[in-house]
């Protein structure tokens, strides 16, 4: 058994959230989860919602509120809409936290303190119309190094390099489209250059495992040759005030200095809430623990260079060595697992220009393990994927209701006829035999591609067993087993599917756990087989409101010891099955264009 850290690339709450973004971080880190709960492992999922820097305030400006209303707004849309989706976190939580500004302000004394933050003055962008700081993800123009018009003031997603708004050719505001004013101000730089060599060391290190999927590595070392010092404070006044500047309110750290800690924060924020304040030691201190990131490809320069940066730095690991802080030794990645992008009909997803389709109206009208299977099946895993709402159709449709819908409603529709109980089997047949050896030997090869990262391999090679069992009832016919003669032999070929199913239903509950625990109560069983996340109405561990009332807020998490462990689960003789509904809802053609239209007319 090994200790594993799930963390989850923390959603922005400048909005909710649209189903590429949870493409990207949500459905693959939760089949991951699962999967390593069933197979014995001690996992802790964290992450929340990312609610400073300057997009907040644009946001809150736009609705008339103040940045903390709209975070507070948003914060409650994207838990509710993870909760529907099945994410099974241990703590979901925010960075608006007393607890996650405590941790932030620490780790940056330490990294500071240590050598690794350098004061510079250097060129900030400003709005000219509004004079408000513009942060480097908010300005683009033409990268100077290979030309691409749509490069970022932080780095070219074309070829990966770090940049600096300065170094973008006719930069222009993604706000309001004006050429930003620059202007001399200091700031808290972070020295990468002083922590290369360990980064260098710790990315071969990582390279050479081989488990890194080819385009982390590609964008991680395409950094490298670059490297230079990074900003981590900014000229704003929505953040987590700086250690050290607290005379200079304008000043606040980095949103993404303080949002990636949040992984560390989130996890002491669970231990102190689950009565055990040190818990969260076992996953970031003990070196045999293992940690995972999932994320979108235009995170993959923050989780595999930035944060593994700051951890070697609070280490005390780069050239200028110094001593940890009382977090101890933090354990730097295992891996970053990142997905590309999900676009929609061909088209990027712009929420501005209504081409958009969010979690939230996605899970009004359509099952939510439909859009998990699709996710899982047809997603952005190592190339840019496409969703077309003909192909979710299909997919839903001819694999999710025609093949495994199909499989488990026959299954026990039979089985209610004929003996109203699972029945007990008389002398298995080599057809038999060679179905359940099959599916037992799939739980090896399903587990493996899912502990590696390989989910649609993974599911594809699930569903193939799934066919296998529909042609299992093509090729025993148990509906011509009529005769009182035939009775044992239809025993045994029901009894079979039976199991065949809930094998089956095990081997996908990671991917569709809603629909694992209704297949469970149509084969008689408790419907607890996939554990569920729940909200969470909590108080701030640390501060109040400014009337001095408790500060709320809501949290997923959830109880997921208990259930069933991965592999084979002998099904009970005996059980009684009720005729059947089916679990899956089969979708008319008409969806198509009335998706298309919706679009159109919101575009």
Excluded at 150 to 179: F, H, K, Y
Excluded at 212 to 225: A, H, M, T, Y
Excluded at 312 to 320: F, T, V
Excluded at 322 to 337: D, I, K, M, R, Y
Aim: proline share 6%.
């Amino acid at each position: 058994m090994s200790r594993i850290l799930s963390a989850v690339a923390w959603p922005y709450a400048n909005g909710p959230r649209h189903i590429g973004h949870v493409a990207g971080f949500g459905v693959p880190s939760d089949v991951f989860s699962r999967y390593m709960r069933m197979a014995g492992h001690e996992v802790l999922m964290v992450s929340g919602t990312d609610e400073h820097g300057t997009p907040i305030l644009v946001a809150a400006d736009a609705a008339g509120i103040s940045a903390r209303e709209l975070a507070d707004r948003n914060n409650r849309l994207i838990v509710e809409d993870l909760q529907q989706l099945g994410l099974s976190y241990d703590l979901f939580t925010r960075t608006t936290t007393g607890n996650h500004y405590a941790v932030v302000q620490a780790m940056f004394e330490v990294v500071r303190d240590n050598g690794y933050m350098l004061v510079e003055t250097t060129h900030g962008a400003i709005s000219p119309s509004t004079g408000r700081t513009l942060p480097d993800r908010y300005i683009e123009g033409t990268c100077p190094i290979c030309g691409d018009g749509g490069a970022r003031g932080d780095q070219c997603d074309n070829c990966g390099n770090q940049l600096d708004p300065t170094d973008l050719i006719n930069p222009v505001s993604r706000i309001n489209g004006e050429t930003p004013k620059f202007i001399e101000t200091d700031h808290y730089f972070l020295d990468l250059p002083a922590l290369a060599g360990a980064l260098t060391e710790w990315l071969d290190d990582r390279d050479k495992s081989g488990t890194w999927r080819p385009n982390v590595i590609k964008f991680s070392k395409n950094f490298l040759e670059d490297i230079r010092p990074r900003a981590m404070t900014r000229d704003i006044d929505w953040g987590i005030p700086v250690p050290g500047w607290e005379d200079q309110p304008s000043k606040r750290l980095y949103v993404w200095f303080d949002a990636v800690v949040g992984y560390l924060s989130a996890s002491i924020e669970w231990a102190r809430r689950s009565g055990d304040p040190e818990a969260w030691r076992k996953w970031w201190n003990d070196p045999e623990a293992l940690s995972y990131y999932f994320m979108g490809k235009d995170n993959i320069v923050f989780h595999s260079q930035i944060w593994p940066a700051e951890m070697l730095g609070y280490n005390g690991a780069g050239d200028k060595g110094g001593q940890p802080g009382a977090f101890g030794t933090l354990n730097l990645p295992t891996e970053v697992v990142s997905s590309e992008f999900l676009t929609m009909e061909g088209k990027k997803f712009a929420s501005s220009r209504g081409i958009v389709i969010y979690v939230r109206d996605m899970l009004a009208r359509y099952q939510a393990d439909a859009l998990r299977y699709f996710i899982s099946a047809a997603g952005p895993e190592t190339s840019d994927a496409d969703f077309t709402w003909a192909e979710f159709l299909r997919r839903t449709n001819s694999e999710l209701v025609a093949g495994w819908g199909n499989l488990v409603n026959r299954t026990a529709s039979m089985i209610h006829k004929k003996f109203g109980e699972v029945p007990a089997p008389a002398e298995l047949e080599d057809i038999d035999r060679a179905l359940l050896d099959a599916i037992a030997a799939g739980f090896d090869e399903v587990g493996e591609l899912i502990a590696t990262h390989r989910q649609k391999a993974a599911l594809g090679a699930a569903m193939r067993l799934v066919g296998e069992a529909n042609k299992y009832v093509t090729d025993t016919e148990p509906f011509k087993l009529k005769s009182e003669e035939e009775r044992p032999r239809l025993a045994t070929v029901l009894w079979t599917l039976a199991q065949a199913v809930n094998d089956l239903n095990l081997m996908l509950s990671p991917f569709l756990p809603h629909a694992a625990n209704d297949v469970d109560l149509v084969l008689g069983g408790d419907g607890k087989v996939a554990p569920m996340p729940r909200i969470e109405e909590v108080e701030d561990l640390d501060v109040t409101n400014e009337d001095g009332s408790p500060r709320r807020y809501p949290i997923l998490t959830g109880d997921y010891e208990g259930y069933p462990a991965w592999g084979r689960r002998e099904i009970e003789v005996g059980r009684v099955i009720a005729k059947p509904t089916p679990v899956f809802v089969k979708l008319d053609e008409s969806i198509v264009e009335e998706e298309l239209a919706r679009a159109n007319a919101e575009s």
